[in-house]
């Protein structure tokens, strides 16, 4: 999957799902603190990953993933990984 396919996947259900102001949504933005994304937020985010991505999250591995790039990057590395098998 390319990389803006996945900005563009990601960014729609941000706004459409979690309800996330469009005008915020940047590669900059911090997940918490831009964003608004709560806990109970990523357990939505991580069902519908896995829906449209076909992989799921480890909470280990968004330890560090701080700003919406930093997700993109990791749903980008993780749909190479499918991609590869």
Same mark, same amino acid.
């Given at each position: 999957?390319?990389?803006?396919?996945?900005?563009? @996947?990601?960014?729609?259900?941000?706004?459409?799902?979690?309800?996330?102001?469009? *005008?915020? /949504?940047?590669?900059?933005?911090?997940?918490?603190?831009?964003? +608004?994304? *709560?806990? $109970? *937020?990523?357990? #939505? /985010?991580?069902?519908?990953?896995?829906?449209?991505? +076909?992989?799921?999250?480890?909470?280990?591995?968004?330890?560090?993933?701080? @700003? $919406? +790039?930093?997700?993109? #990057?990791?749903?980008?590395?993780? @749909? +190479?990984? /499918? *991609?590869?098998?």
């Amino acid at each position: 999957m390319k990389r803006a396919e996945i900005e563009e @996947t990601v960014k729609n259900f941000l706004i459409e799902e979690i309800e996330v102001d469009e *005008d915020a /949504i940047k590669p900059e933005a911090l997940l918490k603190n831009d964003l +608004g994304i *709560d806990s $109970l *937020d990523f357990v #939505d /985010i991580v069902v519908i990953v896995e829906r449209n991505f +076909g992989f799921k999250i480890k909470p280990e591995d968004l330890a560090n993933v701080q @700003t $919406l +790039g930093q997700f993109c #990057d990791y749903i980008e590395s993780k @749909t +190479g990984e /499918i *991609d590869r098998k």
